[in-house]
Nanobody, 123 residues
Framework: QVQLVESGGGLVQPGGSLRLSCAASGSIFNINAMGWYRQAPGKERELVASITRSGRTNYADSVKGRFTISRDNAKNTVDLQMNSLKPEDTAVYYC?????????????????WGQGTQVTVSS
């Protein structure tokens, strides 16, 4: 089983910055895509940014130019640098990863979520 643990959320004023980090652990064979999603109260969970193992990135239009996703394949970590934060960025942010994990005598697909970390942008 692959576990994801997030850190770095908190309260920040509009225009401020936060950095979220996520570390994957467990019986990892390899990780394909890693990403960050968010869910605001009363809204659907949405993709914020994702990154492939080769480093190809994808961003929601609402965060382009403000957020940067990066990953360290050797450490199985993914970070989200969030700059110029706006009140509408307020949400619970979730880390996600998929790939292959080691099972008895084989490898199997996995798709895991972190527990979520609260980001609040308010003056």
């Amino acid at each position: 089983q692959v576990q994801l643990v997030e850190s770095g959320g908190g309260l920040v004023q509009p225009g401020g910055s936060l950095r979220l980090s996520c570390a994957a652990s467990g019986s990892i064979f390899n990780i394909n895509a890693m990403g960050w999603y968010r869910q605001a109260p009363g809204k659907e969970r949405e993709l914020v940014a994702s990154i492939t193992r080769s480093g190809r990135t994808n961003y929601a239009d609402s965060v382009k130019g403000r957020f940067t996703i990066s990953r360290d394949n050797a450490k199985n970590t993914v970070d989200l640098q969030m700059n110029s934060l706006k009140p509408e960025d307020t949400a619970v942010y979730y880390c996600h990863a998929d790939g292959l994990e080691v099972a008895p005598q084989r490898v199997v697909d996995f798709s895991s979520w972190g527990q979520g970390t609260q980001v609040t942008v308010s003056s």
